[in-house]
């Protein structure tokens, strides 16, 4: 776990260094509403 955890880090300081600000806060904000809506989705279902 600990080990994934590293890679994550140093993942997202790179891509940080990458990929513009406001692009990485588009596309998190994507990705936060559509795992939301799967989590609504499989209660209802």
Known sequence: ???AD???II???FAGK???HEKIKYISA???TLF???TIA???L
Do not use: H, T
Request: net charge positive; charged share 5%; glycine share 14%.
């Open 18 to 20: 990458r990929i513009p």
């Open 30 to 32: 994507v990705l936060f």
């Open 42 to 44: 499989q209660v209802f």
């Open 6 to 8: 590293g890679a994550a």
């Open 36 to 38: 939301g809506l799967i």
């Open 1 to 3: 776990m600990v080990l």
């Open 11 to 13: 993942a997202g300081v």
